[in-house]
């Protein structure tokens, strides 16, 4: 008996006791293998490399980046598939989960990515860096990508905190008061022409590093910048040293001899790099990549983004619709707007605006940007017809049932021809274009012509009219008439309907318009749409153009020139002030 | 762990094996007062494992050590009895009834205690009663049997339709879910076990029943034993069940003509002609047409959901087998199982090369083996397999799509035969029946063995006990994807177009989940004995374990737990318990937490003054309070404390650089700050109770706890931070929530002649208030989390209808929330008065989605052989929130979304104040459509939600069959209910309705014993 007595009790405790696993709290020391920290980062380059260059990614570099609605959304360029978007009504506001890509993402990201340029400036002498050049280029880096960050709050807010140091939200008091306007603009303009002037960055980029930042483009960020600086909403006294100032940053890029405009205005888009791109955001081909495919999310090899906006003629979602107000926008083959038809008649009849038949005689960038009925694209003539009220028929195949089918008019832009039709294949590229040469051409033409009318010119310079020349004869459109752009202020007429021509749906026009501080004329006005009716009398088909029907009228307050700071951020802070009006 | 354990627990089987005999050979026979024989009556030698039971006859036999043993009998619904062997061989014993449970033991943590000394909140269910709902999912089967217990059923598709249970309500924001022990080792899930398994279930309430498992305990633990053999004949128990299961609430939609009238109002509800967008539909000829039903191609008049779901109701069918017996030295229970349960969806019968229906198909087997081995030493073994198949379609989104279908726009068939389609609708018949299938597996295996020591020869009363555990779960999933042609045919032109391409059915790929292995290890200590009237128990535990889900890193847990429980003379009680355990998902410092609790209890009626009360009134009156510390480990994400850097190449957090193909670095990313001194979440848990017998015979039997409960430090990150500094806050101990509440359960059994019968009612009230949330200071009080439950719902706020355009003018604009407000549109309330409706006036509307209140009310009726019972069960104190095609008129603007009866009650101008509707609209983002009190509706519900008739045939009857006994009935679950949601099944959780609806059980069933 006693045996088993013993034997139970030594097994039991060799059992309990000899198994170092066991009672050892060491075994709870259970940990991520790649156990990342801000040690490790600011000490091993390949971790500090990854870490840089992940920077970029805060740059709004995204067509898609709000899924469902896109910059030409806000004001009066396009329309959504839904409806009812809070900055189409007047109904943004701080908390308006709808607009938070906008707002509130807008001012989490940049301030995200603001620290990471904050803490590499203040840690890079720590890091082993191979060359100086390395060196030097991730130290322009962050630079320019804080003064673009900087630059994406401030077109939207206006004065903004400004931070340029990292904060420690447990110790620091981190509670700052908003940073005027101009002193934002002078540290940002410091930074780049830091860059300028030590040579931080390359002029020309190895095939490799397309889509780094160079020494152009931090001139063409300065060139916006300071444009932005100097229009009205921020130069209420119309300093034309601020103009200068914009002038002179965009001939600085002009002046580099390194850019020119493309030949192929609608092929622009699909390029990977030409001369006319200074900057742009590269992506993998259509379909085997995130990139704009993940607009909605991409499955089996399907190119969404393009599906999304496409018309229900294509198989398309029927996502995005262009407004007339955008159409009416493009010039006649004279080079007068609509409202000027008359003019433009006695000029040359052939050439001129016919409401009856709206689509032919119209600056090309139309075709290249728009899809509308009657046009030929990927081997089908669009057909957004409607029958003739009281005569039987069925909505012509792109017309569709949807709501924002009553538009009758698609984006082109974005959708190479080759890919309409299919939704796999790797044909293409679409690279988000942050600076081209087109906009700092006209950069340079509206600054100049608020500095001196169009005849005038920085000093060894093209004139402003000169370099609108230059941009329409690319497109085969022809000089904007004199005699609708005598002086400065019919000439800011054209430059901004240039703006509005050659940059749309590019992400520019709200932003301009607000910077303008123009957003009643043109974003509180009716939104308009057309129909096209398919009258049949015997075997007649005649097609009757409606372009003036209202489709809803937006709303734009003078205070929305500047966006409400995100409502959370107002709750938490005893020191910002939120834009008035919000 | 792993094999090492094995090889030592296994020499120490061997070594002592051969070892230990009995002296002295005893036998006997035990009754009942009547004379009867007792069958299964338990016998134990007193402070050892070894025993017996009486045979049919009631006879036993047994072999002692010496004539100083005692044998111990017990036997459910008898009072136990001690016996000194002395020079007795031979006993003829008797037993008596006690006509309560008081004497029955209570399964709790490591370990089992008497109901009548209990001092913590625990709550059982026996094996009988969990039979008694033929759901499939036996969490469902707990729903109003047991106080305290909130369950929550989410979804009615087989294998997925678990019960989300919650123990007093929810009192955290992270982690709700209980901790779930089946026979001592912690699992994810009882869902899926066989319920002819499970011997008995507890429920551990309030602190000091669940402190043992510390950093585990804090939302409750549900504690499962299976069952095990006892030794005399092999018995075997067959049951057979055949039940058919149908949807509890249907949508009821309109006809096509009804809506096409309606669809026409909305459209000009939103200033739209309906004929500019959809022209075919809206002509006289076509709305005559779908009128009179003249011709079905052109002019359908499809409702895809019931055409889709099977309203004749779909089978299912359980069976099991289990046999139990034994001998002295070894017991065994082995049990097999079968289930399978079909899905709701017609089509899968067109269908001839695969089988595309949802079913659910499930097979058990357990055995339950224990070992005497010698004097001292038991080996409690298990192994259970389970293998479980979900075929078809695994997609609720389906019913998304049935709800969101327009009857008008396509038939089911062409004139041709051929599946109709249209460009943007496919054919959901033809999607369903040759659109694929899938088949997913799931197997589990598990083993388990317990060495039970008994060291009374060291000192007398201590056990020493053993267990390891290892389960294995893994499974595949087979996609097969297949497409048929589907045409739409021009009602113009007769021309046939086609939709969809033929896609021949071919095999898709398999994934195989994460493979799970769980190891657990426990040591137990225990100690009981009785010093007169002074009863001291001691137990003291270790135990760890190891999750290995695929290429993860483990999850490893580890700690010890202790408790001790004295009693004087069954009248004073007291208990205090601890645990110790800590966890991996905190820093070293911070991993390991100490939880303690005591509880007292005071039966009164044990005091010599009660006694004149005791024999007539009140048989038995305990009061018991208890109060403890608990903790929760689990986060929303492991290693919380650590700062959080992620990586990628894509394109959120990377960037491409180059020409033809663009390639990244690699993008790094700081995510998030660490807090090393991060913690586990704490509960403190206060609870109150009494239970009462009253009347002759416990005739009334009253139970009633009130708790309450401080949840601190919830992990979460701050949310006062201001993004500018632009790192996210660290995870931090901040959040704290208050809960409350009381429940009760009151039983009142008697017999009348033949007749017994008893009404039972359990009811439940516990709430939640978030105390503290770091909401941003200069929020408005309104919008604050803190000061509401959890989930509560948060929208505007209804003030009516606009009557009239005046009024609409007249009031803050609402414009912005999308649309044009016309008259009969919802009137929201301006809650910051700035004169314009927008989120800022959002306001708590309702309140939360789980329910405040649960109870039930089950009376039962008992007479020669024929039993009935049926139990009545509710919820309320919720709120429920529709949208999307479960609430709105065309959910998706002109192209999807129907109308039902529901819409019928729009506004008009003629009918302004009977209207139960707002005007419809065709815009499917109209101000009317935001979250608002308008489509909040209460949750509260009143549902039969299982009743049973059995019949169990006489004993006489039953041996001349050869049977022990034969028991036949009819039950059914979810068979009737009340409640103001008559579309959906008001526990649906999904508020877009897009979920397997909610079965009715009608079910028949045989259990034979022999």
Known sequence: ?582 | MKKHSFIILFSLFVSTILLGQNNIQITGIVKDVKGESLTGVSIKIKNSTQGTVTDLNGQFSLKVPDEKSEIVLTYIGFNSKVELVGNRRYFNIQMTETANDLDEVVVVAYGTQKKATVTGAISTMKSTELLKNPVANVTNSLTGSIPGLVTVQQSGRPGADDAQIYIRGVSSWVNTQPLIIVDGVEQPSFSQIDPNEIESLSVLKDASSTAVYGIRGANGVILISTKRGASGKPKVNLSANWGLQKPTNVPKFLSSYEQLLLKKIAYTNDGIDPTSIEPTFFTPEALEAYRTGSDPYRYPDVNWYSEMVKQEGAPQQQYNVNISGGTQAVKYFVSLGYLKQDGLLNGAELQKLYDPSVYFQRFNFRSNIDLTINKYQTLSTSITGRSEKRNGNQDDKLFYGYLGYQPYSIPIYNPDGSFAAMSRSFNPLAGFAFGGTSIAKTNNYNLQATLRNDLSFMLKGLNLDFTYSFDNTFGSTKTYSDEIDTYFLNPQTNVYTIITNDNPYSYTGESFGNPVKRMAFQTRLAYAEKFKKHDVRATLVYNQQQIIRGAEIPFVLMGYAARGEYAYADKYLAEVSLGYNGSENFSAGNRFGFFPSMSIGYVLTEELFMESLKNKWIPFLKFRGSIGLVGSDQGQDRFLYMAKYSTSNNMDSGFLFGTTVPTTNGGIKEDRASNPLLTWETALKRNIGFEARLFDKNKLSINVDIFDQDRKDILMQGRSTLVSSGIQSPYLNLGQVYSSGIESQITHRNKIGKVEYSLTGIVTYAKNVVKFKDDPYGMPAYQKDAGYPIGQFRGYQVLGFFQNQQEINDAPSQLTLGGLIIPGDLRYQDTDEDGIITERDQVAIGRSSTPELTYSITPGISLYGFDLSIMFQGAGLNSIAFSGPAGFEFSDGSSAGQVTEIQKGYWTPENPINSTYPSLHINSKHSNKNINSFFLKDGDYLRIRQAQLSYKLAPKICRQLGVEELRMYVNGSNLFTWSKINNFDPEMVKSTGDVYPQQSVYNFGVNVNF
């Open chain 1, 1 to 582: 008996m006693k045996t088993i007595k013993y034997t139970i009790i030594a097994l039991s405790i060799m059992l309990v006791f000899t198994r170092c696993e066991l009672f050892d709290p060491a075994m709870l020391n259970q940990q991520p293998p790649m156990d990342i920290t801000e040690e490790k980062i600011f000490s091993d380059y390949n971790l500090f490399k990854q870490y840089s260059d992940q920077a970029y990614s805060y740059i709004p570099g995204h067509l898609a980046r709000m899924w469902s609605v896109m910059v030409p959304n806000f004001g009066d360029e396009m329309r959504t598939m839904t409806g009812g978007y809070p900055f189409n009504t007047g109904g943004w506001n701080g908390s308006n989960a709808l607009v938070a890509p906008e707002i509130a993402t807008i001012w989490t990201n940049s301030y995200a990515g603001i620290r990471k340029c904050n803490q590499i400036l203040e840690r890079i002498d720590q890091v082993p860096i191979p060359t100086t050049a390395l060196k030097n280029r991730h130290i322009g880096e962050a630079l320019f990508i804080r003064a673009f960050l900087y630059h994406e709050l401030t077109k939207r807010w206006g004065d903004v905190p400004y931070i340029d140091y990292t904060q420690n939200p447990q110790v620091d008091d981190i509670d700052i008061a908003r940073t005027p306007y101009d002193t934002i603009v002078a540290r940002q303009v410091a930074d780049l022409d830091r860059i300028s002037a030590e040579n931080l960055l390359l002029v020309d980029l190895p095939d490799q590093d397309n889509g780094r930042a160079s020494i152009g483009a931090a001139r063409a960020l300065k060139s916006r910048i300071l444009l932005y600086a100097a229009r009205p909403l921020h130069n209420p006294t119309n300093d034309i040293k601020k103009w200068e100032a914009a002038a002179n940053a965009a001939f600085e890029v002009i002046n580099m001899n390194k850019y020119a405009l493309y030949s192929d205005y609608k092929n622009l888009f699909f390029q990977t790099t030409c001369s006319e791109i200074i900057m742009n955001r590269p992506r993998k081909s259509f379909n085997s990549e995130g990139g704009h495919n993940d607009f909605l999310t991409s499955s089996g090899g399907k190119s969404l983004w393009a599906r999304f906006f496409a018309s229900e003629g294509f198989g398309g979602w029927q996502g995005l619709a262009v407004t007339q107000n955008c159409v009416d926008r493009f010039e006649d083959a004279n080079g007068f707007p609509l409202a000027d038809s008359l003019l433009s008649r006695s000029v040359d009849p052939t050439k001129a605006y016919n409401s009856k038949d709206p689509y032919t005689n119209r600056d090309p960038r139309f075709k290249a940007s728009i899809l509308y009925n009657g046009r030929t694209f990927a081997n089908r003539t669009l057909d957004y017809t409607i029958p003739y009220p009281g005569q039987a028929g069925v909505n012509g195949a792109d017309r569709g049932v949807k709501l924002v089918n009553l538009f009758s008019y698609n984006l082109a832009k974005y959708w190479p021809e080759s890919m309409a039709g299919r939704w796999s294949g790797t044909s293409t590229y679409l690279n988000y274009i942050f600076f081209r040469y087109g906009e700092i051409l006209l950069n340079y033409a509206e600054a100049q012509n608020e500095v001196g009318g169009p005849e005038s010119s920085v000093a060894g310079g093209p004139s402003v009219r000169q370099v609108l020349t230059e941009l329409r004869a690319r497109v085969g459109q022809p000089e904007i008439p004199v005699q609708i752009s005598g002086d400065k202020n019919t000439m800011r007429e054209r430059i901004w309907n240039e703006f509005a021509v050659e940059l749309c749906f590019e992400e520019h026009w709200w932003y301009d318009v607000l910077s303008w501080k123009a957003g009643e004329r043109f974003f509180n006005t009716m939104i308009y749409r057309t129909d096209v009716y398919k009258k049949i009398t015997g075997s007649n088909v005649t097609l009757i153009y409606n372009t003036k029907i209202p489709f809803e009228q937006a709303v734009f307050k003078p205070y929305m020139h500047l966006y409400p700071i995100p409502d959370n951020e107002i709750f938490k802070s005893k020191n910002l002030i939120n834009n008035p009006g919000w």
